[in-house]
């Protein structure tokens, strides 16, 4: 009684979805709703804020396994603090290796996601894949942000429908006076690309290149990922020195 879980159906195709949708008529707390529109991450999530009631969201990609039996409880841990505007996951890849410890601004260029490769049990750099710490951004696939934080700097920004719009929120977030948190307590399985595919088409790649180059010219040409030593590379496997 808690809490509800908004499932936002967008352009589906397969059949057992829309039985399992039918399972759930009349559940307690469990609404389906349509967005009939061509996917954007960006304003799906923001459309499905605007209805939700509770005082904090969580945004959840469709291609999450939870694997920590008290997620929530961990997310909300540093959530329900003034201080913080945002709590993100730790996530693996189906191999057991690390897809997200945090994001770091400036990895690739543009942004990355922090330890991605290690192995589930590694300390990291620092012990920081074990260890609560502020970061700079955390991937929406799995993340926890207070409704007034949301509202505060109007959700996500719409013009990234695919790529960056949750570091871009983050940094707004931050812009805001608000910290983000990375909660290792918080794991989860993220099947990557599991549903919508990989950037292997014109039309994708297009797209993808015009989101990069709106993310390079509102936040990196000025700004240093305080939570990254300017000694350690930018290129290549993160936490290593700049050669």
């Known amino acids: 009684r808690n809490y509800e879980i908004l499932i936002v159906e967008n352009n589906s195709t397969q059949k057992d979805i829309f039985s399992y ?132 700097v109007n959700g996500l920004d719409e013009e990234f429908s695919v790529a960056f719009n949750d570091v871009d929120f983050c940094l707004r977030i931050r812009e805001a006076g608000y910290l983000i948190v990375f909660n290792p307590d918080a794991e989860a399985w993220h099947y990557e690309s599991k549903s919508r595919g990989i950037e292997d088409t014109v039309e994708k790649q297009e797209r993808f290149r015009g989101e990069t180059e709106r993310f390079l010219a509102r936040w990196t040409k000025d700004y240093v990922d305080p939570y990254y030593n300017v000694n350690l590379t930018l290129k290549g496997q993160d936490f290593s020195l700049r050669v």
């Not at 008290?70 to 709590?87: H, T």
């Open 21 to 152: 949708y039918e399972e759930l008529q009349g559940k307690p707390g469990v609404r389906v709703v349509y967005w009939k529109e061509a996917f954007n991450y960006s304003a799906i999530n923001n459309w499905a804020a605007a209805q939700a009631k509770g005082e904090y969201f969580v945004l959840l990609n469709n291609d999450i396994e939870i694997i920590s039996p008290d997620w929530l409880e961990q997310l909300l841990m540093f959530a329900q603090f003034p201080e913080y505007g945002a709590v993100g996951a730790k996530l693996y890849y189906q191999d057991k290796t690390v897809q997200h410890g945090g994001v770091i601004v400036g990895i690739g260029g543009v942004a990355g996601h922090a330890h991605k490769g290690f192995e589930h049990n590694a300390y990291g750099y620092f012990n920081r894949l074990c260890m609560v710490h502020d970061l700079s951004a955390v991937t929406a696939a799995l993340m926890m942000v207070r409704r007034d934080v949301f509202e505060q």
